[in-house]
């Protein structure tokens, strides 16, 4: 079992910057991949990147460039230094962490970005 608990939400004007984190704790050994979605109102959850366990990285094509995603294995922390920040990545951001055998969620933070 999985626990995950994001923070860094908030509310932020447009071309500022803003980090989330999420600390995972339970059977973090058998996390081979963490990441985040975000969810705006409306619409579908979608991916916006993920990171691996030998740290390959994955972003969605709207946050290249602006956004990175970090982790601190040692804490079991994952980041999303997020960059240039647009009114349209106003959404709820979710954690996710996969494990062998069971995906996993955090119960998200708003994110609210202001012109």
């Known amino acids: 079992q999985v626990q995950l608990v994001e923070s860094g939400g908030g509310l932020v004007q447009a071309g500022g910057s803003l980090r989330l984190s999420c600390a995972a704790s339970?059977?973090?050994?058998?996390?081979?991949?963490m990441g985040w979605y975000r969810q705006a109102p409306g619409k579908q959850r979608d991916m916006v990147a993920i990171?691996?366990?030998?740290?390959?990285?994955s972003y969605a094509d709207s946050v290249k460039g602006r956004f990175i995603i970090s982790r601190d294995n040692a804490k079991a922390t994952v980041y999303l230094h997020m960059n240039s920040l647009k009114p349209e990545d106003t959404a709820v951001y979710y954690c996710y962490a996969g494990a062998i055998y069971n995906n996993y969620w955090g119960q998200g933070t708003q994110v609210t970005v202001s012109s």
């Open positions: 990171i691996t366990s030998d740290a390959f990285t």
């Open positions: 339970g059977s973090i050994s058998s996390i081979n991949a």
